[in-house]
């Protein structure tokens, strides 16, 4: 990891200011980053939405290769709150939603030092998982 930077927000408010202080960074390294990983979800529906709109809006505009990861990737496989007790969960069997009678402790999400212990996928479309209404 070349830089770390932090912001302790909603991801609609910090998105653009960290991407400005990241691409500020790299300039004297790199005019323009190659490839961008995009982290599909399961999470917040909004953010993920979001998240999903400016990371299509950058390889477009920049001509940058995009690559997917869900998110237990950056979290060792933890539950993911999703609402209520309500938690995605990662097994063998896929992604489900799981209800625990007691709050989960919350795991933090955390960029590894290197992209290459990461499985990115070619798959960039964000991984939705709602129940039925």
Sequence with gaps: MIHSFC??????DGLVQVTQQ?????QPILAVPTRLVFVRGPGSFTAIKLAYIFAQTMRITHDIELFGVDSFALNDN???FAYGNSYFVKSNHGITLETYTQEL????????NSLDSLELESNTSPLYILPAV
């Design 78 to 80: 933890a539950p993911i």
């Design 22 to 26: 990241a691409l500020k960074a790299l």
């Design 105 to 112: 402790p919350k795991v933090e999400m955390y960029l590894p």
């Design 7 to 12: 912001y302790n927000g909603k991801a609609g």
